[in-house]
């Protein structure tokens, strides 16, 4: 079992930036990727960004990309993801999420409210 933990959700005006965390606990074993999710009122949870085990790979949804940062800290089992310039289209709840063996795990999410 693996449990990820959000934080760093809040709201901020229209141009400001958050950093969110993701810290992994339990049985976290083998290379496993991390990433971001977001799920807005009425739409889809959807993909903001990834990370590979190495970090060496990253992907970036087209509507963050420049504006957003994800790194990771293996030591720590952690993953951030630097929100800058924030949009108000970018309020949503924002998963963390964990591939660990081929079995995905979610944060319980945490809210960004960006105000125009």
């Known amino acids: 079992q693996v449990q990820l933990v959000e934080s760093g959700g809040g709201l901020v005006q229209a141009g400001g930036s958050l950093r969110l965390s993701c810290a992994a606990s339990?049985?976290?074993?083998?290379?496993?990727?991390m990433g971001w999710f977001r799920q807005a009122p009425g739409k889809e949870r959807d993909v903001v960004s990834t990370?590979?085990?190495?970090?060496?790979?990253?992907y970036y949804d087209d509507s963050v990309k420049g504006r957003f940062t994800i790194s990771r800290d293996n030591a720590k089992n952690t993953v951030d993801l630097q929100m800058n310039s924030l949009k108000p289209e970018d309020t949503a709840v924002y998963y963390c999420?964990?591939?660990?063996?081929?079995?995905?795990?979610w944060g319980r999410g945490t809210q960004v409210t960006v105000s125009s």
């Open positions: 999420n964990a591939v660990v063996v081929g079995e995905n795990y």
């Open positions: 339990g049985r976290t074993f083998g290379d496993y990727a």
């Open positions: 990370i590979s085990w190495s970090g060496g790979s990253t």
